[in-house]
T-cell receptor, first 112, second 113 residues
Framework: KNQVEQSPQSLIILEGKNCTLQ??????????LRWYKQDTGRGPVSLTI?????NTKSNGRYTATLDADTKQSSLHITASQLSDSASYIC???????????FGGGTRLMVKP | DVKVTQSSRYLVKRTGEKVFLECVQD?????MFWYRQDPGLGLRLIYF???????EKGDIPEGYSVSREKKERFSLILESASTNQTSMYLC????????????FGPGTRLTVL
């Protein structure tokens, strides 16, 4: 069964600190992995996408990594800001991109 | 700019009522999706559509139906709402194939009393 597990479920950090969110998946065959950010009361918005051959992808202060051998991905947030408070969802696609398996998300709270 | 809109942000209905959730996208996308999002369970696919009048069941279609009469509009119908359908409902759309991003609407928080 295709599964995407995220950890931790929730995280509280101080503004300015770095943090790393984890995503482990068992989806096969693998096509691509996306990280989404979902602000409270909003729909998810894509941050990064990585295919099998990509190890790392950056979007500003967000850096995603992918290890396709161990089926793990991480999202690193540098110098956190209050606006980073949100849920972060890892989504893995197993074919051309239309069938997705969603992780349960990590809820991040950045405190001043 | 990409836009997916949903008819209501918040909705309160009574058990047994028929509920319509509307989703409209202005990007001429072929594929549209309905998800529900519950704490600890993540997003779960209810139904999706890859063309007008075409629909496919997702992972949890029971208790729901959909309608896609026009390309830009995808409706989710709860024939007889039940309390366990209280949830956040998210609509998304994407062009066909490849690694295309799913664009989500703002969500409808439905409460069934």
């Amino acid at each position: 069964k295709n599964q995407v597990e995220q950890s931790p479920q929730s995280l509280i950090i101080l503004e300015g600190k770095n943090c790393t969110l984890q995503c482990n998946y068992t989806v096969s065959p693998f096509s691509n992995l996306r990280w989404y950010k979902q602000d409270t009361g909003r729909g998810p918005v894509s941050l990064t996408i990585m295919t099998f051959s990509e190890n790392t992808k950056s979007n500003g202060r967000y850096t995603a990594t992918l290890d396709a051998d161990t089926k793990q991905s991480s999202l690193h947030i540098t110098a956190s800001q209050l606006s980073d408070s949100a849920s972060y969802i890892c989504v893995v696609s197993n074919n051309a991109g239309n069938m997705l398996t969603f992780g349960g998300g990590t809820r991040l709270m950045v405190k001043p | 700019d990409v836009k997916v809109t949903q008819s209501s942000r918040y909705l309160v209905k009574r058990t047994g009522e028929k509920v319509f959730l509307e989703c409209v996208q202005d990007m001429d996308h072929e594929n549209m999706f309905w998800y529900r999002q519950d704490p600890g369970l993540g997003l779960r696919l209810i139904y999706f559509s890859y063309d007008v009048k075409m629909k496919e069941k997702g992972d949890i279609p029971e208790g729901y139906s959909v309608s896609r009469e026009k390309k830009e509009r995808f409706s989710l119908i709860l024939e007889s709402a039940s309390t366990n359908q209280t949830s956040m409902y998210l609509c998304a759309s994407t062009p066909p194939g490849g690694y295309n991003e799913q664009f989500f609407g703002p969500g409808t928080r439905l409460t069934v009393l």
